[in-house]
Every structure is written in C-alpha cells, then in structure tokens.
C-alpha cells in the first residue's frame, strides 16, 4: 500500500503562483512514475503533469506547459507542483497519483494507469 498527502492548495490571484506538494508513504520503495491531475467542478479529471522515477523525464499538458514544472525529490518521497502565472481556469481540486510499474508517454496521461491516488487539495484563482 502507498498513501498520498496534498498539500499547498490554496486561494490566489491570477498571476500569482502555488507550490503543491505530495508525500507518499507505505510501499514507496515500488514507486514508478508520479503524477499530478485536477478537477474543476462539473468537468472530468485532466492530466497535468508527469514525472519519471529518475526526474529525468518530464510531460506537461498544453496548457500546463511554460507555466507548471513537476519535481521530485526521492529522499523524502515527495513530488511537487510548482504553479506560476496561475489563470481563473486552473481553479480545480489537485490530486497526485502514482502507480506499482513503469508507464510510457502517452500512457501517462490516464489516470486509470495509476494505482494510488490522494486526497486532493483546492486550488482557486481568483481573477
């Protein structure tokens, strides 16, 4: 078992910027990729961003891209979400997923491959 903490989540202006950290604990030696996704209210969960186990690989979704930088810092078993330039469109419940084998690009992009999930945390811009 993996358990997944969000945190950081919050109440911005636009413009301003977010850092959304995960913690896992549990099973995390079996770690493979980490991923961040988002709701808003009324729509279906998206894909934001992708990082492999290394670090070494990164994938954005388009409207993620030159604004979010996924990282990990494996010594404490925590990914983040560096947020900037944040829109009223990016208000939606973050949640950080992680799966048990290693997923290729696209693949990456479907929450289905992904074994555990947290909580969420609220992320709202305010415009």
């Known amino acids: 078992q993996v358990q997944l903490v969000e945190s950081g989540g919050g109440l911005v202006q636009a413009g301003g910027s977010l850092r959304l950290s995960c913690a896992a604990s549990g099973r995390t030696f079996s770690i493979y990729p980490m991923a961040w996704f988002r709701q808003a209210p009324g729509k279906e969960r998206e894909f934001v961003a992708a990082i492999s186990w290394s670090g070494g690989s990164t994938h954005y979704a388009d409207s993620a891209k030159g604004r979010f930088t996924i990282s990990r810092d494996n010594a404490k078993n925590t990914v983040y979400l560096q947020m900037n330039s944040l829109k009223p469109e990016d208000t939606a419940v973050y949640f950080c997923?992680?799966?048990?084998?290693?997923?290729?690009?696209?693949?990456?992009?479907?929450?289905?491959?992904?074994?555990?999930w947290g909580q969420g945390t609220q992320v709202t811009v305010s415009s």
């Open positions: 997923a992680t799966a048990l084998r290693d997923i290729s690009w696209p693949t990456l992009k479907q929450g289905v491959r992904y074994d555990y």
